[in-house]
């Protein structure tokens, strides 16, 4: 039997699903489904009834950090599918004064520090946002495609 000096456990709420397909592990809830890959093959990941095992052996300082940014990443996943993620964006202009407006899947940002041409930004799928007066919400269930808007 192999002795392991680190062991996280990650429990796995109900309504959340867990599929391995390693080095894939794909997890869908309420909100979606998200995979994700890892590669690392010092970290053994392992699906025991409602819990997410991650084990490595004889780690050193860059095998922990890797760890924890797995357990990280996994419950980042969970917490996406099962609650979803928002962040809430000011728009903040002083001297000169911007527009900013939806257009389909496009955000295009006009007289951005008084620029005659307007800036324009891609929405990613699964991404929802809404302008109301000088706030942006972003709401999605990927929080990093959600950073990536």
Do not use: Q, W
Not at 15 to 20: A, L, M, Q, R
Not at 48 to 65: E, H, Q, W
């Amino acid at each position: 039997m192999v002795k392991y000096n680190i062991v996280k456990e990650i429990s796995i709420p109900e309504n959340v699903y867990v599929k391995f397909n390693l080095p894939a592990i794909e997890i869908s809830g309420e909100k979606g489904k998200i995979t994700r890959d890892f590669m690392f093959k010092r970290v053994f990941i392992e699906k025991n009834d409602n819990k997410i095992t991650l084990k490595i052996k004889s780690a050193t300082k860059k095998d922990k950090t890797i760890l924890n940014t797995y357990v990280a990443h996994i419950k980042n996943m969970i917490k996406g599918v099962s609650e979803g993620f928002t962040y809430v964006l000011k728009i903040c202009s002083g001297h000169f004064p911007m527009n900013v407006t939806k257009e389909g899947n496009k955000v295009v940002i006009k007289n951005f520090l008084g620029e005659r041409i307007p800036r324009i930004a891609k929405i990613p799928e699964n991404v929802n946002l809404e302008i109301k007066k000088d706030e942006i919400t972003l709401t999605g269930y990927n929080k990093e495609i959600l950073g990536e808007a």
